[in-house]
């Protein structure tokens, strides 16, 4: 059984930064796709970040510019790197990973990020 934990979350001014880190038990570079996904209290989850394998990023709602995904393969830590933050940011991320064949999925308990104004 795979395990991602997530730490780096706290409470943070608008305009501020945190780094939040995912650490998983698995070699990371033999997962098709890692990635961040985000809830807000009432909101549905929805994907904040991913990665594949051979490196391409994607991300939600244009937030290139404030939100960076990265990871450290020989340390076995997904990165998710959030500046300017605002309030809508705030929520439970959760980090996970998937294996395409056969396709499988491992997430983590999530971390929480408040972000005050």
């Known amino acids: 059984q795979v395990q991602l934990v997530e730490s780096g979350g706290g409470l943070v001014q608008v305009g501020g930064f945190l780094k939040l880190s995912c650490a998983s038990s698995?070699?990371?570079?033999?997962?098709?796709?890692v990635g961040w996904y985000r809830r807000a209290a009432g909101k549905e989850r929805e994907m904040v970040a991913r990665?594949?394998?051979?490196?391409?990023?994607e991300y939600a709602n244009n937030e290139e510019g404030r939100f960076t995904i990265s990871k450290d393969n020989g340390k076995n830590i997904i990165y998710l790197t959030l500046r300017n933050l605002k309030p809508e940011d705030t929520a439970v991320y959760y980090c996970?990973?998937?294996?395409?064949?056969?396709?499988?999925?491992?997430w983590g308990q999530g971390v929480q990020v408040t972000v005050s104004s």
């Open positions: 996970y990973a998937a294996d395409v064949g056969p396709p499988r999925s491992f």
């Open positions: 698995r070699g990371i570079a033999s997962f098709n796709f």
């Open positions: 990665m594949t394998d051979g490196g391409r990023r």
